[in-house]
Nanobody, 116 residues
Framework: QLQLVESGGGLVQPGGSLRLSCAAS????????IGWFRQAPGKEREGVSC????????YYADSVKGRFTISRDNAKKTVYLQMNSLKPEDTAVYYC?????????WGQGTQVTVSS
């Protein structure tokens, strides 16, 4: 079945770094843009970053631009999100999903907590 599994989250101090991984299965990763999303307690899920399929163009929310980097390894069927200079407001559950169309069932996500 179509599935994406997130990993790599954890607890980190402000200014620290984490690298998230999104492992895809059930479809050919090359054909689809993949996005990272996050949801903080009491807030709606928001888009964080996206990487396109053919030209690997990248997009970032203003709140993470310059700090996060999305990348893709189609051979490994994995999309990564390198997060640097983390801030407390980055604390959230992070999800990945296929873009246009979405995979209907979201995964459990991976928790990122930024705290001193």
């Amino acid at each position: 079945q179509l599935q994406l599994v997130e990993s790599g989250g954890g607890l980190v101090q402000p200014g620290g770094s984490l690298r998230l991984s999104c492992a895809a299965s059930g479809f050919t990763l090359d054909y689809y843009a993949i996005g990272w999303f996050r949801q903080a307690p009491g807030k709606e899920r928001e888009g964080v970053s996206c990487i396109s399929s053919l030209d690997a163009n990248t997009y970032y929310a203003d709140s993470v631009k310059g700090r996060f980097t999305i990348s893709r390894d189609n051979a490994k069927k994995t999309v990564y999100l390198q997060m640097n200079s983390l801030k407390p407001e980055d604390t959230a559950v992070y999800y990945c999903n296929r873009v246009q169309p979405y995979v209907g069932s979201w995964g459990q996500g991976t928790q990122v907590t930024v705290s001193s």
